[in-house]
């Protein structure tokens, strides 16, 4: 399978709809790619709280239509990062959405742990409740957002679901970027699954951004990592190596908690 992550770089002076142009030439230009995943919240910026209000859309907005279209022309299965959601009937959503390569829409997936402790995402957006996943040509999808990385348990349950490859688009921050490589090696070496993380790059309402978008196999291994600044990061992989690393090392049968109560 062949991924390629877009790390977008998201800066004041690009108006939402330049940039949401920008980055459907972007994914247009994957043609070739399997799959294309693109960071979280790239139309405001992760951290533009102001803008969440403002920019939101509900799913089937410009953004879903942009998106749509892109991953039909270029024939990929697409993982749009995510848009801050206006619900009609209820709050804002950071919601993730997948598009299948006839422009489909595959699945929504509203992020389930909201950052910002007392403020933020976290006051002004709802928490999801459904797990994701998608059933792909070769592998199956698990989707999760940003700070939701921090949350085993997540994964944990995504594998239960049947996830083989765990994509994370995000606006992580610089400063705790060695948090970020950490935990998306560890998701993948206790899930035995692979990784596919893809963050911003910019500055967002003053919080420079990560960047160094990754994917991680199964064993942990970094197959491809980006650098600081916009950039396509394209990697091929093998997604029956999931189902390999797992007969050969078979940890996840050897799970207590959270299954049978033992006796």
Not at 41 to 67: D, H, K, N, S, V
Request: charge should be negative; proline fraction near 6%.
């Amino acid at each position: 399978m062949r991924a390629s992550l877009i790390q977008i770089a998201v800066e004041e002076d690009e108006s939402v709809e330049d940039r949401r142009l920008r980055v459907a030439a972007l994914v247009r230009d994957q043609a070739g790619s399997d799959l294309v995943v693109l960071p979280e919240l790239w139309t405001t910026g992760a951290f533009a709280y102001e803008e969440f209000g403002r920019e939101a859309e509900p799913i089937e907005g410009p953004t879903y239509e942009a998106m749509a279209k892109a991953a039909s022309d270029a024939g990929v299965w697409l993982h749009a990062g995510s848009i801050p959601e206006r619900d009609p009937e209820g709050p804002l959503y950071n919601t993730s959405l997948v598009f299948s390569p006839s422009g489909d829409l595959a699945a929504a997936y509203r992020k389930i742990h909201r950052f910002g402790f007392d403020k933020g995402e976290a006051v002004l957006m709802g928490a999801g409740r459904d797990l994701v996943t998608v059933r792909l040509p070769g592998t199956t999808l698990g989707v999760a957002t940003c700070y939701d990385l921090r949350f085993p348990e997540l994964f944990r349950a995504l594998v239960d679901a049947g996830a083989e490859t765990l994509v994370l688009p995000a606006g992580w921050p610089e400063r705790r970027r060695a948090h970020w490589t950490l935990l998306a090696q560890a998701r993948a070496v206790e899930n035995q699954a692979f990784v596919l993380a893809c963050g911003t790059a910019g500055t967002h309402a003053g919080v420079p951004q990560a960047g160094h978008s990754i994917v991680v196999d199964p064993w942990g291994e970094v197959l491809a990592e980006a650098g600081a600044g916009e950039e396509v990061l394209t990697v091929e992989f093998d997604p029956a190596k999931v189902a390999t690393t797992r007969e050969q090392f078979p940890a996840l049968k050897d799970r207590v908690l959270g299954l049978e109560p033992p006796r």
